[in-house]
């Protein structure tokens, strides 16, 4: 009788699991084509017409919140894909806890919580954003104007690979099991903290990989694909921390190059 009750848990938590994987699947695709949209807006700006919300004589919008949404849905396309596996397991957990008699939480709490950490993120890099145009260290297409800027972007990142505090959060990111053992809140507001910290986290561990869309453009296609990829990368192989480390050792070689290449 116990080993059917365990079986019937098990479908059920499969069905979740598969419902929710379909869940995450279909809100990233949505970013990924919003994004690929926004992208295809670059010819405009390359041929010298300003974007809605672009400082400058031609620009209209709202400025800072325009960019700051343009971050907010490329933060969901990039980062969320990176959370689903700890997205996946707070759903399973907290439908064992409901089978124990315990409140049950909905997976969206926790993700809802995830992604404001990272909106939050998005408002101050769109601010960021709108300062570099307004300085003119970004060329219309979003990209570094200057060398020195695209150089210290990518040393920045790279020696950041070797901190510590990019070790830990990465850590933290490689044990998603250990965080809810250890840090558990029950209801939705603790389901929401649980979302923010884990966040959080994650914010420390790639807020400046996300600077170096500076580099090559912040609406490169590719280039927010190939970052994505890394992130993505680093946070599932068992190795991640050194692949990020071999990675950062790259950065540091490609940004010194270019400076070399400014003041040679």
Same mark, same amino acid.
């Given at each position: 009788? %116990? ?60 400025? /800072? ?22 997205? $996946? ?8 806890? %409901? ?28 601010? $960021? ?58 209801? /939705? ?76």
């Amino acid at each position: 009788m %116990e080993q059917s009750g365990l079986t019937a848990l098990e479908a059920v938590i499969r069905r979740d699991r598969a419902v929710t994987a379909a869940g995450l699947v279909a809100v990233a695709a949505f970013a990924w084509l919003w994004v690929a949209r926004m992208a295809a807006t670059m010819g405009s700006a390359a041929a010298g017409v300003a974007m809605p919300g672009m400082p400058g004589p031609n620009g209209a919008g709202p400025g /800072i919140p325009w960019l700051a949404g343009m971050w907010a849905i490329m933060m969901v396309a990039m980062m969320l894909p990176s959370a689903a596996p700890t997205i $996946l397991l707070f759903g399973s957990v907290t439908r064992r806890r %409901e089978q124990e008699g315990r409140p049950s939480v909905p997976v969206a709490v926790f993700t809802l919580g995830y992604l404001a950490v990272w909106t939050l993120y998005a408002i101050l890099a769109g601010s $960021l954003q709108w300062e570099l145009h307004r300085l003119a260290l970004l060329s219309p297409a979003m990209a570094a104007a200057s060398p020195l800027l695209a150089a210290g972007l990518l040393i920045a990142a790279g020696v950041y690979q070797w901190f510590p505090l990019k070790g830990a959060c990465l850590s933290h990111c490689h044990s998603p099991l250990h965080f809810f053992s250890t840090e558990w809140r029950e209801g /939705i507001g603790g389901a929401l903290a649980m979302g923010m910290r884990h966040g959080t986290y994650c914010v420390g561990c790639c807020w400046l990989l996300m600077t170096l869309l500076f580099v090559a453009g912040v609406m490169n296609l590719a280039w927010v694909a190939v970052i994505a990829a890394f992130v993505l990368i680093e946070k599932l192989v068992p190795r991640g921390l050194w692949v990020g480390r071999l990675a950062g050792a790259a950065m540091m070689i490609w940004g010194v190059s270019i400076l070399a290449a400014r003041f040679h």
